[in-house]
């Protein structure tokens, strides 16, 4: 958390659910315009909804598995 790093744009780091390694994938949401991932197993409560962008979305999404990795050491 804090680096001035952003690799927004850089494919090198993809989308993995930080709890369980799944492939997660980004949707829109047609009704409210907005970016959401959701872990595609079943008991795993990973989420993430609300971003203005795909990017968003991704920033967040490694955001939260920085966060997850920090309680789970
Ligand atoms: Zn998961």
Same mark, same amino acid.
């Given at each position: 958390?804090?680096?001035?790093?952003?690799?927004? =744009?850089?494919? #090198?780091? =993809?989308?993995?659910? %930080?709890?369980?390694? &799944?492939? +997660?994938? +980004? &949707? #829109?949401?047609?009704?409210?315009?907005?970016?959401?991932? +959701?872990? %595609?197993?079943?008991?795993? %409560?990973?989420? =993430?909804?609300?971003?203005?962008?795909?990017?968003?979305? #991704?920033? &967040?999404?490694?955001?939260?598995?920085? &966060?997850?990795?920090?309680?789970?050491?």
């Amino acid at each position: 958390m804090g680096r001035p790093n952003e690799y927004a =744009g850089d494919m #090198r780091w =993809g989308w993995e659910c %930080p709890r369980c390694d &799944a492939d +997660v994938s +980004v &949707a #829109r949401d047609p009704g409210s315009e907005t970016f959401h991932w +959701v872990c %595609p197993t079943e008991d795993c %409560p990973s989420i =993430g909804f609300g971003f203005a962008s795909r990017r968003r979305a #991704r920033l &967040a999404l490694r955001e939260y598995r920085e &966060a997850y990795q920090n309680i789970y050491r």
